[in-house]
């Protein structure tokens, strides 16, 4: 069974829009919350996390979002550039030191 | 220099070889860990090293022997490995401050024939 579900394997966007992936999650013990981007032939590289006590983190164009209530957690990206297309991966943990737990992924395809 | 190198980049084995994965990190941190990503699948966690003591292990076949020799290498021994172990083998180190001081590597392409 799923514990980190991203429900979305794939998304394609204008250029200069928003991009809104989701990710939902089973555990509510988790209270890490991390967004990684994978391009292929290379590992995933760490691009924004959150941790249980806040509800919103930016980082430039990168816009993290976490409802505990509804333990789902939402990256935005905006605006959007064709260098953003890679595969998003949600990752969470148990204080933020115990292995991660990924989802499955979505393809972001930018369209320029 | 914020980099996991992982080599080999590929490798083609047959299922009655024996070969090694290495992975090798210079930032001082002590917790590394290996994962194995099928295709259209997430990484799954096979094993946790911490101060070269393998701290975690997922269950995973003994025919994937982990090895941590000091603390800047990690090994994935392979031997008697199965068509279905093809997969994408990533390795990642992380800091005793988490996660967003961690650092994967580009993974390793095995395939089993």
């Known amino acids: 069974d799923q514990q980190v579900k991203q429900n979305s394997p794939s998304l394609s966007v204008q250029e200069g829009r928003i991009s809104i992936l989701n990710c939902d999650y089973t555990n509510s013990m988790f209270d890490y919350f991390l967004w990684y981007k994978k391009y292929p032939a290379e590992g995933p590289t760490f691009l924004i996390s959150i941790s249980s006590i806040k509800d919103k983190n930016e980082d430039g164009r990168f816009t993290v979002f976490l409802n505990k209530s509804a333990k789902h957690l939402s990256l935005h990206i905006v605006p959007s550039q064709p260098g953003d297309s890679a595969v998003y991966f949600c990752?969470?943990?148990?204080?933020?030191?115990?292995?991660?737990?990924f989802g499955k992924g979505t393809r972001l395809s930018v369209i320029a | 220099d914020t980099e996991v190198t992982q080599t080999p980049k590929h490798l083609v084995m047959g299922m009655t070889n024996k070969k090694s994965l290495k992975c090798e990190q210079h930032?001082?941190?002590?917790?590394m860990y290996w994962y194995k990503q099928k295709a259209k699948k997430p990484p799954e966690l096979m094993f946790v090293y911490s101060y070269e003591k393998l701290s975690i292990n997922e269950s995973v076949p003994s025919r994937f022997s982990p090895e941590c020799p000091n603390s800047s290498l990690l090994n994935l021994h392979l031997h008697a490995l199965q068509p279905e172990d093809s997969a994408l083998y990533l390795c990642?180190?992380?800091?005793?401050?988490?996660?967003?001081?961690?650092?994967f590597g580009q993974g390793t392409r095995l395939t089993v024939v």
């Open positions: 930032m001082g941190h002590r917790a």
């Open positions: 990752a969470v943990a148990n204080s933020g030191n115990t292995p991660l737990v």
């Open positions: 990642a180190s992380k800091s005793n401050r988490g996660w967003t001081e961690a650092f």
